[in-house]
C-alpha cells in the first residue's frame, strides 16, 4: 500500500514563510506525478502546484507563481511545498496527493495539513 502524510502546516503572519513536508511510504516507484492541493472554509478543492516524480516537468496556479516553490527529496521519499509571502487568501487545508501508474488521476491522499494566515 501507498501513504501519504503531510507535516508543517502552523500559523503565520501574512509575509511569512511556511514549508511543508509530505512523507511517503509504499510503492513510491510507481508515482508518476505529485501535487499540492488546498481547500479553504466554503470552497472547492484547487490545485496548487504539481511535478511529474522524475522531476521533468512542474506547474504552478497563477496565484502562487513566484511565491511557492514545489520540490521532492530523492533520498528521502519526501515531497515539499516552500511557501513564501504568504497572504490571508493563502489560509485553507492544504493536501498532498500523487497519481499512480496505471490509474486514473489523482488516486492517493494525505489527510491534509491546516495553514492560516494572519494579518
Known amino acids: 500500500q501507498v501513504q501519504l502524510v503531510e507535516s508543517g502546516g502552523g500559523l503565520v503572519q501574512a509575509g511569512g514563510s511556511l514549508r511543508l513536508s509530505c512523507a511517503a511510504s509504499g510503492r513510491t516507484d510507481t508515482f508518476y506525478v505529485v501535487g499540492w492541493f488546498r481547500q479553504a472554509p466554503g470552497k472547492e478543492r484547487d490545485s496548487v502546484a504539481a511535478m511529474t516524480w522524475s522531476g521533468g516537468s512542474i506547474s504552478y496556479a497563477d496565484s502562487v507563481k513566484g511565491r511557492f516553490t514545489i520540490s521532492r527529496d530523492n533520498a528521502k521519499v519526501t515531497i515539499y511545498l516552500q511557501m513564501n509571502s504568504l497572504e490571508p487568501d493563502d489560509t485553507a487545508v492544504y493536501y498532498c496527493?500523487?497519481?499512480?501508474?496505471?490509474?486514473?488521476?489523482?488516486?492517493?491522499w494525505g489527510p491534509g495539513t491546516q495553514v492560516t494566515v494572519s494579518s
Open positions: 496527493a500523487a497519481g499512480v501508474i496505471g490509474r486514473h488521476g489523482y488516486s492517493v
